[in-house]
């Protein structure tokens, strides 16, 4: 059983940045998709990024250009690098691992504030 745990949410002003980190436990890491997902208030979770085993990456439109994943797989740890951060990206944010089956972690708030 892969356990997955976020870290680096908060509050910060429009304009700023963060950095989520996600460790995942176990040994399959370097062989699995990797992913961010948000959820708002109200709305649908929602796809924000996402990388390959090969390191292969994609973004939600509304991230492109202001969010960059990465991962170490020495560390088997996912990262979210999120710049000029905006209040619509104001959400809970999950990390996922894909092999075969997609698992979870707990979430970590983000909130934005003009």
């Known amino acids: 059983q892969v356990q997955l745990v976020e870290s680096g949410g908060g509050l910060v002003q429009a304009g700023g940045s963060l950095r989520l980190s996600c460790a995942a436990s176990?040994?399959?890491?370097?062989?699995?998709?990797m992913g961010w997902y948000r959820q708002a208030p109200g709305k649908q979770r929602e796809l924000v990024a996402a990388?390959?085993?090969?390191?292969?990456?994609n973004y939600a439109d509304s991230v492109k250009g202001r969010f960059t994943i990465s991962r170490d797989n020495a560390k088997n740890t996912l990262y979210l690098q999120m710049n000029n951060l905006k209040p619509e990206d104001t959400a809970v944010y999950y990390c996922t691992l894909s092999r075969f089956t997609r698992s979870w972690g707990q979430g970590t708030q983000v909130t934005v504030f003009s």
């Open positions: 176990g040994s399959i890491f370097s062989i699995s998709a």
């Open positions: 990388i390959t085993s090969g390191g292969s990456t």
